[in-house]
């Protein structure tokens, strides 16, 4: 693998294909200085075409998704809150870095750019109870 290349390796194998991780949440944003790689966190999700019991789509597949970034040269964030669901969230390459787009549906959005990016996923289900 060439230096720099994204691996969305654990993504693929994970969901089957890489998601627009439409409706996931950002559960946290950790930057930090290099050597240290600076961090975001979502739950992430896949949303079936099936009804449950309560009558909403069958969720599945859920996950903590993590994004490890290192060499950050920009960073633009905006309206944290409570849930900060998404819309999307799409990484490309800009220049010499990889530059992470989050769309925000409620709460955060922006991009980090940084000169590399790893993924990883594991199995996680919060508590979802309802009330």
Do not use: C
Not at 35 to 62: K, T, W
Request: aromatic share 10%; no cysteine.
């Amino acid at each position: 693998m060439e230096e720099n290349q994204l691996d969305w390796g654990p993504v693929i194998r994970w969901f089957g294909h890489v998601p627009l991780f439409h409706d996931a949440e950002v559960v946290s944003i950790e930057l930090r200085r290099d050597p240290i790689p600076s961090i975001v966190r979502l739950f992430a999700f896949r949303m079936n075409s099936d009804i449950d019991e309560r009558g909403y789509y069958r969720l599945d597949l859920h996950a903590l998704v993590t994004f490890s970034l290192s060499g950050i040269g920009r960073v633009e964030l905006d309206d944290w809150n409570h849930q900060n669901a998404l819309q999307s969230l799409e990484i490309k390459k800009v220049d010499d870095a990889y530059q992470l787009d989050m769309v925000g549906a409620y709460g955060v959005h922006g991009l980090i750019a940084a000169k590399s990016i790893a993924v990883q996923v594991e199995p996680w289900l919060p508590d979802l109870a309802v009330k």
